[in-house]
């Protein structure tokens, strides 16, 4: 948070409940959703840090200013945000939805860590463990367009029922095994071949798939799409 203010940047994080349990706490007793708070900093969290010039900065600071939000998802679960973004820039309902956005990039960081096991490092020396960095990107990446594209390519139609709809994606586990099969012939400075590989690897990407449901629509949800027009202005009395 410290590093990112030095940067004259915004963050938005997601927190635990026992994170800044103390303030968290006071929140809760005052019943309030949204408070700022200066949160000290002590040689305890000093310590960790792994910058020498923040640890200056730290010191010289002694606090940071951090406003924490508490938002209710549709699950009825409370998610905790950190945010150093004012309130006159985003109120709690933005920030909601902000995170909300971010999702795909913590699926993403799920896929680098469990599906290509990016800190199953294979050496300890810096080079080593660069290059296994690097490769996994690289890896990923090819994912996803790989994946992207095989997807505009499905042609079976999704499965309805009374309680859900369905809709077809790419199997990622099937994606990732072809991929890592097929890489010694995309390492090539041959462009035919390339294209031909990637080609292959989409034509299954758009077959073997998996089916993910879609919850229906809530009541609150059909009638406020059903009743828009009660809002307009020509259906109130006033109207013409």
Known sequence: MLKTETLNSYYLI????????????KMDNDKKTDETFDISLNNAKIKKFHDEKLKKIARKQKSIPVRIVKVKL??????????????????????KQLYGERWKIETD?????????????????RTIIEQDFYSHIFLLNLLIGIKHDAELKITRKPK??????????????TLIGEIKDQLPRLLTD?????QKVIKEIMEIGSKKLVATKIPA?????????????KNCKTSKSEGF
């Open 14 to 25: 997601r927190g635990k409940t026992n994170t800044f349990k103390k303030q968290q706490q």
């Open 190 to 194: 041959n462009q035919d071949e390339i």
């Open 217 to 229: 629509r809530t009541n609150a949800e059909r009638d406020k799409e059903k009743n828009w027009n």
């Open 160 to 173: 309805e029922t009374a309680k859900y709809t369905y809709e077809y994606h790419s199997n990622i586990n």
């Open 74 to 95: 549709k699950t009825g679960e409370t998610e905790i945000l950190f945010t150093n973004l004012p309130k006159e820039i985003a109120t709690p309902e933005e920030l």
């Open 109 to 125: 960081y799920d896929r680098l860590k469990n599906k290509l096991y990016l800190e199953k490092f294979s050496g300890r020396r």
